[in-house]
């Protein structure tokens, strides 16, 4: 459970990341010396909790449409972001996956699958992998599909909690314009993000050298993701940019909504 916290500093949100980390929840992963040598996989996974298995991903955008035909890596690019997508939705983030399945069409050409260890690099760590099976397949539900990945996650046995962030920016004159463009960026790219519920920032009317973001999230680790996405690290840089900036942060878990349901009372005698 994430305890109700605050913090106080000249830049807190670069150090946001060890706020929310609590303990590490990656699965393990071994390579028995009794076993042959792993090449990209681990022989062993285990995941503790909840395991969530997740549908064969394939070459498609949330709209439906079908990407990079013809173009096997292009298309398996797109399988693992919709994968991660996947892994997010669910509370977790693509490290606590623990196995997976590949089933690519038998007449892509060989060469290609040394890209998909540099793609799934942009994902996974390296050096803890998570257990696979590749399997070469005649063909996939649909004819211009070249690659096809399911997946199976593990997490923590409890509930995922939402989360709610509370955060103030404070600097000693008024904000630069490009910052102020750099924050809109950073809230349109923010709530399209999974896992994000909520996400509003305000401008202090009586104090224009203050912001106010509010911010939900559906569970820990979907902010512990947010703090890793590009849109946040340039985020970083142009608040750098700002020179001094104080910041309180709160971070609690959301409150379980009210029930606001009224009981009718006996009519008078």
Request: hydrophobic share 45%.
């Amino acid at each position: 459970m994430i305890a109700r916290r605050a913090l106080l500093a000249s830049s807190p949100l670069l150090l946001a990341p060890a706020l929310v980390s609590a303990a590490e929840r990656t699965p393990l992963r071994r390579n028995p010396a009794s076993l042959p040598p792993a090449n990209g996989f681990s022989h062993l996974a285990e995941g503790r909790g909840r395991l969530i298995w997740l549908s064969g991903q394939v070459p498609r955008t949330p709209d439906g449409t079908h990407v990079a035909s013809g173009d096997f890596v292009g298309q398996l690019e797109q399988v693992f972001r919709n994968l991660d997508i996947a892994a997010r939705e669910a509370g977790g983030r693509f490290a606590d996956i623990v196995k997976l399945n590949y089933y690519c069409r038998q007449d892509v050409d060989r060469a290609l699958l040394r890209h998909v260890n540099r793609v799934r690099g942009d994902y996974i760590d390296p050096a803890r992998p998570p257990a696979s099976t590749f399997l070469f397949v005649s063909a996939l539900a649909w004819p211009e599909w070249l690659i096809e990945i399911e997946a199976v996650l593990a997490l923590d046995a409890g509930t995922p909690s939402e989360v709610i962030v509370h955060a103030t920016l404070t600097a000693d004159r008024a904000f630069s314009p490009a910052f102020i463009d750099e924050i809109r960026r950073l809230a349109a790219a923010t709530r399209s993000e999974p896992g994000c519920i909520h996400y509003r920032i305000g401008r202090d009317l009586d104090h224009p050298s203050t912001i106010v973001l509010a911010e939900r999230w559906r569970s820990e680790a979907a902010l512990r993701a947010h703090f890793e996405t590009p849109h946040m690290a340039r985020f970083q840089t142009a608040l750098r940019a700002e020179g001094e900036v104080r910041t309180a942060l709160e971070v609690s878990e959301a409150a379980r909504p009210m029930d606001f349901a009224l009981q009718k009372s006996a009519p008078p005698g």
